[in-house]
């Protein structure tokens, strides 16, 4: 298998399925976006959004619930303790920034989920890094030296972290720009030891595992960023601590999930951001036909 970020995804899996995914991988030679797990159901294969079904003898591969707990076991270096706050939040982030996202059952205690109990699902998402991917975006990423705040858009699965993690680079290398990134996840840079897995540019600076808010506050004040940047913003608290680091002079750069403004003016959670016009800029991401991705840069008009 010559997909170096695809091998260490494939390695945490189960002995036997393990197997039959490098075959069928080393078979159909794609850059594949995410391994799906479902106990008693099958393996499923995703590339260029689409899913699909593994089979051995024309069955479905076996998954069971053994199977899942196998693979967390093997990602974490069988330490569920270190891993429980991720694993609690429904997702653990594996060196390289590959996520592997989870469901099932899960133990609430007083109106907060403690755990998740009994696992039926996972979904191991294979952290890519794209270089030279911004085409015509690169050229008008400043206006009079200046970075204006942008909210990349999408729905799930398009690469909003793969094209947040080029831009970083892009505006700390080749726009000279201190970046500070407010790194919940790992997905972005995922560092290890204090090191970068991706590049993301000498300028930037990385918070790590500290929830979105808080992690952008502690940047704001500890290293003078000129852009701020986070992954899917979620919360209110997310709002609030971008609508600060904007009343402060830094710009702003980060990701969330929708296919249009407007929906975003539906939503409660946006409306703060889009009435105090916290973004002059939006960019969009459409798979074409052929698998690739479309950027699209524009203005934002309140």
Known sequence: MEDRQLQPCVKILPREMRFAVQAYCDAHPKRWEEIRLRAGRGVGMVC???ETELLLGGQPMPVTTQDLR????????????????????????????????????????EGEIRAIREFSSLTIRIARQMQGILGELKQGLLVDGRFPSTLILSPPGMGKTTLLRELIRTLSDSCGMRISLADERGEVAALWRGEPQFSIGKRTDVLEGCPKAEGMLMLLRS???????????????????????????????????GASLEELRRRTLYQTL????????????????DGSRQYRMERIVC
């Not at 974490?76 to 390289?96: D, I, K, N, P, V």
């Not at 889009?274 to 036909?289: A, N, Y």
């Open 48 to 50: 260029d959004g689409q």
């Open 70 to 109: 196998g693979v967390l076991e093997l990602a974490t270096g069988s330490s569920y303790q270190s891993a429980s706050e991720q694993l609690r939040r429904g997702f653990y982030t594996m060196r390289g920034g590959h996520r592997i996202g989870l469901s099932g059952s899960v133990a609430v205690q």
């Open 223 to 257: 290293m003078n960023p000129q852009v701020l940047c986070a992954d899917e913003i979620t919360a209110p608290e997310d709002i609030q601590a971008i609508s600060m680091a904007a009343n402060c002079g830094v710009s702003v750069l980060v990701t969330a999930h």
């Open 274 to 289: 889009l009435s105090q016009q916290v973004f002059q800029r939006v960019i969009f991401i459409q798979r074409m036909e």
